[in-house]
């Protein structure tokens, strides 16, 4: 499978590495709109480098559009990749929207091509044997849950596009999403969702949110996260259920530790925090894996456009409930 | 001074108990119980003289008592210790409803007697330690709190409604509001809450979500959850995390504890090696007495952190968040 990745920022450079991992899958262009990111991206690979996603298409034989630009940017190149007939995997968050979301499966639907998501957490392995542990029924119902992601400071990126609502859908979109995805994955549909965030009454830099959800099957749920730099990012989750609890803290089970002996600057790092992973195998490299299998075969991946479209429709109802202070239900709940 | 206790039908009484056998000057002298064969048993284990009924316990000649009984119970016998002239400690949450509680308030105010909340975790050193850094400025403005008070499921009078007043919630949403209100001189006005019995097969609810908003701008989640397992390794956590404007501190009250591995079940326990803050809670009652001073801890705020309980009872009710008149 010949692929090419639009967007040379973080997560692009995160999933090229990655390719090089994957056999029968070669990673043959990139599209990035600044120069210095395509002369970044032809040192580190074997590739030839575009500044549009058009351009590449236009220039390249390929099978697979990795999108990795902005999330606001996510529709117009899904639908160009899917116009041109070629299978894409695109970043969390799907959309801002439900509406725009559902354009892009649409898209993908109508020109016939595999469409996945980036939801990565689903191939963590803490995240993947907690699931199984919950689904095996050792532990009986599941009465409460809570999870936190965050504390690795505010992502900087091109344009400062993640300081931007507008853009980013803050942090209720673009990183407690995980925690929304899989927990569905996990627990089944949320009914309703009630939110507070930092959004709207402190600099969006330090936003951080606590969410309050209500799934189907009764499960009361917290989720918290955070854009502050409490020095490292970090995941956490607890189950609590009535034969027992299953906990996870990142900090509790990460293999190595580091510790850079500065203090660094309060004003951001470059970059988004890709947590370090202690497997042989990292989990970006399992999604695109099992992606490009999908891809080859003609397979649904687990994590389709549907599928990513159910937790973007979370975070957005959380977003509705910060802004308005009221609970909101979901649909399908 | 003479300080008697009034029912064990709590089990704090037990360490309350401890504390009058251990200050100076204090004399626990003696309890009276609803349930004679629990009291008398007590009575004989701890040491002190068992009296046959309240009133009997009231007559004596004793300073002050401590309400350990069941919720419902606090107005009664707070009506009879007020009306005898003796100073009251009172277990929380103050009583099951408003009415009682405001009534608890005036007869004590009326009859001259002091009247303390029992809220020891404002002696917990760790929490005295977040009041200076906020009280100094180090936190600077409070954005968001997340707390939680998470135990097992006690059993005895708390999973009854009506002598409990409600379950989980109402036994766990009091602590932390009382130390957010106390630390951060905030209010709570607005409450939500999702509420449940989901790990136990009681008559009670046993697990909750509140989302509060505070008056100083801040919002807060707090899950009171009786959601420890029956073998969990201590009796279970109070924890709170506060993101200020220059600082975010995390009290974590049960971590000054070792763990403990065995070979035997339980073969993982946590052993407590924290300062004792029912001391605190006990001794500043007996000095109050003794230098006539108004307690700290008063019945406006069990009163306060009551009505977030009962606020988080009416929204899980109506699916809607309740405002609170403050």
């Known amino acids: 499978?010949?692929?090419?990745?639009?967007?040379f920022g973080t997560m692009g450079t995160t999933h090229a590495a990655s390719y090089q991992r994957i056999a029968d899958c070669e990673l043959v262009a990139i599209a990035d709109i600044r120069p210095e990111r395509r002369a970044l991206a032809e040192e580190q690979h074997d590739v030839r480098s575009y500044a549009t996603l058009r351009d590449m298409l236009s220039a390249e034989a390929l099978d697979v559009i990795d999108v990795c630009v902005p999330t606001f940017l996510h529709r117009e190149h899904v639908e160009i990749a899917a116009e041109a007939g070629k299978h894409v995997f695109c970043e969390k968050p799907l959309a801002r929207s439900r509406a725009e979301g559902q354009a892009m499966v649409d898209a993908c639907r109508k020109a016939g091509v595999i469409l996945g998501v980036g939801h990565v957490v689903r191939f963590f392995p803490e995240y993947q044997r907690a699931k199984a542990v919950i689904e095996s029924g050792q532990m009986g119902n599941v009465g409460t849950v809570y999870t936190y992601r965050g504390g690795g400071g505010f992502p900087t990126a091109w344009q400062d596009w993640y300081a931007r609502y507008e853009w980013s859908g803050g942090l209720t979109l673009d990183l407690i999403i995980h925690d929304f995805?899989?927990?569905?994955?996990?627990?089944?549909?949320?009914?309703?969702?009630?939110?507070?965030?930092?959004?709207g009454r402190e600099n969006n830099r330090m936003e951080h949110v606590l969410v309050s959800l209500r799934f189907a099957n009764g499960v009361i749920g917290n989720v918290e996260g955070t854009w502050l730099d409490l020095g490292t990012f970090g995941t956490k989750f607890e189950f609590a259920c009535d034969e027992g609890l299953l906990t996870h803290d990142s900090h509790w089970s990460s293999a190595l530790k580091s510790y850079q002996l500065q203090s660094a600057a309060h004003t951001g790092k470059p970059g988004v925090a890709v947590p370090e992973s202690p497997m042989a195998i990292d989990p970006y490299t399992l999604e695109l894996k099992h992606f490009i299998e999908?891809?080859?075969?003609?397979?649904?991946?687990?994590?389709?456009?549907?599928?990513?479209?159910?937790?973007?429709?979370?975070?957005v109802a959380a977003q509705e409930s910060i802004k308005t202070g009221k609970p909101v239900r979901l649909e399908r709940g | 001074m003479r300080i008697g206790i009034m029912s064990f039908a709590h089990l704090h009484a037990y360490a309350y108990a401890d504390v009058l056998n251990q200050l100076a000057g204090v004399e626990f002298a003696g309890i009276a119980d609803e349930d004679a064969e629990r009291g008398k048993a007590v009575a004989s284990q701890l040491g002190t003289r068992y009296f046959n009924s309240f009133e009997e316990l009231l007559k004596a000649d004793i300073d002050g008592v401590i309400i350990t009984a069941a919720n419902a119970d606090h107005r009664r016998l707070t009506e009879m210790a007020a009306a005898a002239g003796k100073h009251i400690l009172c277990e929380k949450p103050i009583a099951t409803t408003l009415e009682d509680g405001l009534a608890m308030e005036k007869v004590t105010r009326e009859a001259g007697v002091k009247f303390q909340m029992a809220f020891p975790c404002r002696y917990v050193p760790a929490v005295q330690r977040l009041k200076a850094q906020y009280d100094d400025g180090l936190l600077g403005r409070v954005v968001l709190l997340r707390g939680t008070n998470h135990g097992k499921m006690p059993g005895g009078f708390f999973i009854d409604p009506e002598a409990a007043g409600g379950g989980a919630v109402v036994d766990h949403t009091v602590h932390l509001v009382d130390l957010v209100r106390w630390i951060f001189q905030t209010e709570i006005k607005e409450v939500y809450a999702e509420i449940d019995r989901r790990f136990h097969d009681i008559p009670t609810d046993d697990c909750g979500l509140l989302t509060l908003e505070l008056t100083n701008g801040a919002f807060m989640t707090l899950d009171p959850s009786w959601s420890r397992p029956d073998d969990f390794y201590t009796w279970g956590d109070l924890y709170l995390k506060v993101v200020g404007t220059n600082m975010v501190t995390e009290v974590d009250m049960m971590r000054q504890s070792l763990e403990r591995i065995g070979s035997q079940d339980p073969n993982y326990q946590w052993e407590f090696w924290g300062s004792n803050s029912d001391y605190g809670l006990v001794k500043e009652f007996v000095a109050c007495i003794r230098e006539d001073r108004q307690p700290t801890i008063t019945a406006q705020d069990g009163i306060k952190a009551l009505e977030v309980a009962l606020a988080a009872y009416e929204s899980a009710k109506t699916g809607k968040p309740v405002k609170l008149d403050n």
């Open chain 1, 1 to 7: 499978m010949r692929v090419g990745i639009v967007g």
């Open chain 1, 181 to 199: 995805d899989f927990l569905r994955w996990t627990l089944g549909e949320v009914e309703r969702v009630f939110a507070k965030s930092t959004w």
């Open chain 1, 294 to 315: 999908c891809a080859r075969e003609g397979k649904e991946p687990m994590i389709n456009g549907e599928e990513a479209l159910r937790a973007v429709e979370i975070a």
